[in-house]
């Protein structure tokens, strides 16, 4: 607990860039602890050879099992169209790998004509998502690993301790297309250690990604898939409340026999979805999701979790708007100690697991603050708040 309590304080202090539901900067450019040397530029793209395009090996490597969307290939070739008729090679650099000089100007009146454009509202998410995407997968290819998500020179893999995860739970990670590739990201975690199939990566906005979520979800019904999400304006349960007490969605738990270590023919998982973007995005990706519940389900209240033991403590990772909001990771900590806690499920060992998503946790900070150092720029982070989070 102490060295729980230790990480999360340190974490606290350090994280400046948003990931899962972080906080909004205030004052980006005015910030003392702004980076004292600019981001280098990044040209290992080729448009003209043939390895522009993405594969599916590559696209697969960077943390999903899905086919590469349809819309992400048609955007990488208008990148490479527009590179032929400038004559010109694309480059990125600065925060988040964005293009870079004359070709950007080209591109952004490019893209800004086709969005415009289009008409129906599910067609304009699906190309934004998808230049999102598709740039972010150019610019960091030859720079970042394509598991950790970190410039190469800073890979961490090495120090990251794969485990199974109880086949009882899976993951979905409903990442923004804006925290896709993200290096202080910590979703891309969870299917590190546990594997893509037990944390599986969907992205909002793409409709290939959307499809084999809810697929999955309707196989496996509405009663055991739950979003962890404290959203004032719906109705949440608490773990215990949700996964014991008689509830129908885990008295049957996929047909698990609750106690015992083993699986029964046909037994089917609880899916817990993990909103994985800044705060600012999150209301718009849970209101995706109510949405698709109600043309599923014919409802659109999706059944939510709230956490309920060692919320407080989780705040801490780093400085939230608000209590109970708190980063991907530690979420799924939190959510896999409470379960744990629980008589019913404490033969799984699900502690066990929520250790090694800490653990994790550290590795990728003290990666982080290496490079950061590394690159002379501050570790020290201007406090947003008033409260004494530590």
Avoid at 154 to 183: A, E, V
Avoid at 221 to 243: H, R
Wanted: hydrophobic share 35%.
């Amino acid at each position: 607990m102490a060295r729980a309590f230790s990480l999360i304080c340190t974490l606290a202090s350090f994280f400046r860039n948003r990931t899962k539901m972080d906080s909004r900067p205030r004052n980006v450019r005015g910030s003392s602890s702004r980076p004292t040397s600019p981001s280098p530029l990044r040209r290992d793209y080729r448009g003209d050879s043939d390895d522009s395009s993405i594969s599916l090996e590559e696209w697969q490597s960077w943390g999903t099992s899905s086919q590469i969307p349809t819309v992400v290939k048609e955007i990488v070739e208008d990148l490479k169209v527009i590179e032929r008729d400038m004559e010109a090679q694309m480059s990125f650099g600065g925060l988040g790998g964005k293009l870079q000089g004359n070709f950007k100007a080209q591109e952004d009146r490019k893209h800004r004509a086709t969005y415009q454009a289009l008409v129906d509202s599910e067609k304009k998410l699906q190309f934004f998502a998808a230049r999102q995407i598709a740039c972010r997968l150019l610019g960091s290819r030859g720079y970042l690993c394509q598991k950790c998500w970190l410039p190469l020179e800073d890979c961490m893999c090495s120090k990251i301790m794969p485990c199974d995860l109880w086949n009882g739970i899976r993951f979905w990670l409903y990442m923004h297309p804006k925290d896709f590739l993200r290096q202080n990201n910590t979703g891309k975690l969870l299917w590190q250690l546990f594997g893509v199939q037990a944390a599986t990566l969907c992205l909002f906005g793409i409709a290939e990604h959307e499809e084999i979520m809810w697929n999955a979800f309707k196989l496996a019904g509405k009663s055991t898939v739950w979003c962890l999400y404290p959203n004032q304006n719906a109705s949440t349960m608490s773990v215990q409340d949700s996964l014991c007490h008689g509830s129908s969605a885990v008295q049957s738990v996929g047909n698990f026999s609750v106690g015992s270590t083993s699986q029964t023919n046909g037994g089917k998982p609880i899916h817990f979805v993990l909103i994985d973007g800044t705060w600012n995005n999150s209301g718009a990706m849970f209101s995706r999701l109510k949405e698709q519940a109600k043309i599923v389900w014919g409802e659109d209240d999706l059944s939510c979790i709230s956490l309920t033991m060692g919320v407080s403590t989780m705040h801490k990772l780093r400085p939230q708007p608000s209590w109970d909001r708190t980063c991907t990771a530690a979420a799924a900590i939190g959510l896999l100690s409470e379960i744990h806690s629980l008589p019913e499920f404490s033969s799984y060992r699900l502690d066990k697991r929520a250790e090694a998503v800490e653990d994790s946790l550290e590795v990728l900070l003290d990666a982080l603050t290496a490079r950061r150092l590394r690159m002379g720029r501050s570790i020290a982070r201007k406090e947003r708040h008033n409260i004494n989070i530590c």
